[in-house]
């Protein structure tokens, strides 16, 4: 079974326009991290968040993590064609620290 | 580049037979995990290795089974193939207690 689920599914974005996806889990975490996947290629690491931050930024990306409701979201803004891709996010939970548990995804298209 | 690579990039088998997959890890990481992804679906832990002993183990019958050498490389191994073992395999290299991945750009497993 998956800790970690995505919402939406999938979403279409005209270039330049902003893209908001939302992961929610299951159990106690030490951090949660967002990867890409590029068709069905390796994962790339975009961020990591901690159990204790609330908020943080990597260039394009904002990530935010609320812990009492178990949800994450992560904000691209000013979306390009190159953003097209499959995005995962990943929890390390506190019993199993050893291993990344990964939502289903959320499918990005960028329209030029 | 993560610098993870992975060995072959597809494969094709029939059901019964035995494959060996294989994960050369990013310089200087000593702990290698393996997931499995299905279509569609989000990566799916396999197991975890450190220091060539087995560190953590996802829900998963014997017959994968894993091995890491000294030189932190690593393999895969699954026998008795069926056919929904067809999948996209990425092992993820990464310093023992840190808390990224790095992942290679998978394996394609095909099985007919």
């Known amino acids: 079974s998956q800790q970690g689920e995505e919402d939406p599914q999938a979403l279409s974005i005209q270039e330049g326009e902003n893209a908001t996806m939302n992961c929610s889990y299951k159990?106690?975490?030490?951090?949660l991290q967002w990867y890409r996947q590029n068709s069905g290629r390796g994962l790339v690491h975009l961020i990591l968040?901690?159990?204790?931050?609330r908020e943080k930024h990597s260039g394009r990306l904002r990530v935010t993590l609320d812990t009492s409701k178990k949800s994450s979201s992560l904000l691209i803004t000013a979306s390009r064609a190159a953003d097209t891709a499959s995005y995962f996010c990943?929890?390390?939970?506190?019993?199993?620290?050893?291993?990344?548990?990964f939502g289903a995804g959320t499918t990005v298209t960028v329209r030029a | 580049e993560t610098g993870v690579t992975q060995s072959p990039t597809h494969l094709i088998k029939t059901r019964g037979q035995q494959v060996t997959l294989r994960c050369s890890s990013q310089?200087?990481?000593?702990?290698v995990s393996w997931y499995q992804q299905a279509l569609g679906q989000g990566p799916q832990f396999i197991f975890q290795?450190?220091?060539?002993?087995?560190?953590g183990r996802g829900n998963f019958p014997p017959r994968f089974s894993g091995l890491q050498f000294p030189n932190y490389s690593s393999e895969l191994n699954v026998n008795a193939l069926e056919l929904d073992d067809s999948a996209l395999y990425l092992c993820?290299?990464?310093?023992?207690?840190?808390?990224?991945?790095?992942f290679g750009p998978g394996t394609r497993l095909t099985v007919l």
């Open positions: 159990t106690s975490i030490n951090n």
């Open positions: 968040i901690r159990s204790n931050e």
């Open positions: 290795y450190y220091r060539e002993e087995e560190n």
């Open positions: 990943a929890t390390d939970a506190i019993d199993y620290d050893y291993k990344l548990s």
């Open positions: 310089s200087g990481h000593n702990t």
């Open positions: 993820a290299s990464s310093f023992a207690g840190a808390d990224t991945q790095y």
